[in-house]
Structures are given as structure tokens and as C-alpha cells.
């Protein structure tokens, strides 16, 4: 393992990075944050537009936005106090488990709303 520790300091954060080298270097991590999170809002956001009916639709965006916002408040306290306790790491794990936890469920219980390619060729050739 490289010994990053020593370049970027000896914090607690820092040593968590350094069980990662080259993947989540000093300037790695928010590159890959930012390049997560441009894929996954957009794609929310669709969702949330695919499910619910146009009169309510404005309604469900902002009930998700309100769940999201306060996510990121709960889950920031919540990690911090748990990181106190417990330690950065188990921190990071537990929310990587929440994160596959939830996408699970996701992909168990949505379906998909667009039809697929052959399903809309047969609508077409139905409609003439």
C-alpha cells in the first residue's frame, strides 16, 4: 500500500484515504462525487416525472426534494455522531450498505414505465 498519509496529514479522514490509494486521492474523491452525482439526479428527477400524474407532479417533486434535502441534514448529523462513536469507517460502510439497501428495494419494486424497443414497434404496427 502506498503511505499517502504522510503527504495529505494524519487525521482520521486522511487515514481513510489512504486505505484507498489511486482511487480516492486528494483530488480523486470529489471528481468521482461530482461524476455520481450528475448520473443520479437527473435520473430521479425523470423518475419522479415518469410516475406521477401531471396535476400532482409538481407535488411529488417537491415531496423528493423535501426527503432529499432532509437527508442530507439527518445524514450528516447522524454520520457525525455515529462517526464519533464508532469510527469513520463503520460510518462509510454502514451508509454503502444503506446505498445498495435502497437500490435493491428500488429495483425490486419500480418498474419501468417506458416501453422497451420491441414493444413500441408492435404499438406502431398496430396502429396502422
Given amino acids: 500500500m502506498v503511505d499517502c498519509c504522510r503527504h495529505v496529514g494524519a487525521s482520521d479522514w486522511d487515514r481513510v484515504v489512504c486505505d484507498w490509494p489511486g482511487l480516492l486521492d486528494v483530488d480523486g474523491g470529489p471528481i468521482l462525487l461530482g461524476i455520481g452525482t450528475a448520473m443520479v439526479?437527473?435520473?430521479?428527477?425523470?423518475?419522479?416525472s415518469d410516475v406521477a400524474h401531471p396535476e400532482w407532479r409538481a407535488s411529488a417533486v417537491g415531496v423528493y426534494r423535501l426527503w432529499r434535502d432532509g437527508g442530507y441534514a439527518v445524514g450528516a448529523l447522524t454520520g457525525g455522531l455515529l462517526a464519533d462513536a464508532l469510527g469513520i469507517p463503520v460510518v462509510i460502510a454502514a451508509i454503502g450498505r444503506l446505498t445498495f439497501l435502497s437500490g435493491t428495494i428500488v429495483a425490486a419494486v419500480m418498474h419501468e414505465t417506458l416501453?422497451?424497443?420491441k414493444r413500441r414497434k408492435e404499438n406502431v404496427s398496430n396502429s396502422r
Fill in 115 to 117: 416501453p422497451s424497443p
Fill in 41 to 48: 439526479y437527473p435520473t430521479l428527477l425523470a423518475t419522479i
